[in-house]
């Protein structure tokens, strides 16, 4: 089952998500994790490392022995 996360704003970025999922601490550390872990990492089933990546209600993220995140509308 994927986590469920509430977004506040329109999107977030698939860095913000790294740390809001407790992955990673820093956006230095969330460059390193998307370079080293970027094979492992699907947007709505495609390969995406980018950091920049926005990322709206509706898209889930799967990374590959880290988990499942489900973006949500915040209410």
């Known amino acids: ?3 469920e996360i509430y977004l506040k704003t329109p999107y977030i970025t698939l860095g913000q998500l790294l740390k809001i999922a407790d992955l990673v601490s820093s956006g230095g550390q969330a460059k390193w ?3 080293e872990y970027g094979a492992d990492i699907l947007v709505n089933g495609e390969q995406d490392a980018r950091r920049g990546r926005k990322l709206y209600p509706g898209d889930k993220i ?4 880290h988990g499942e ?3 949500k509308v915040d209410r």
């Open 62 to 65: 799967v990374i590959k022995d």
């Open 69 to 71: 995140y489900l973006m």
């Open 33 to 35: 994790f998307l370079q």
């Open 1 to 3: 089952m994927a986590e």
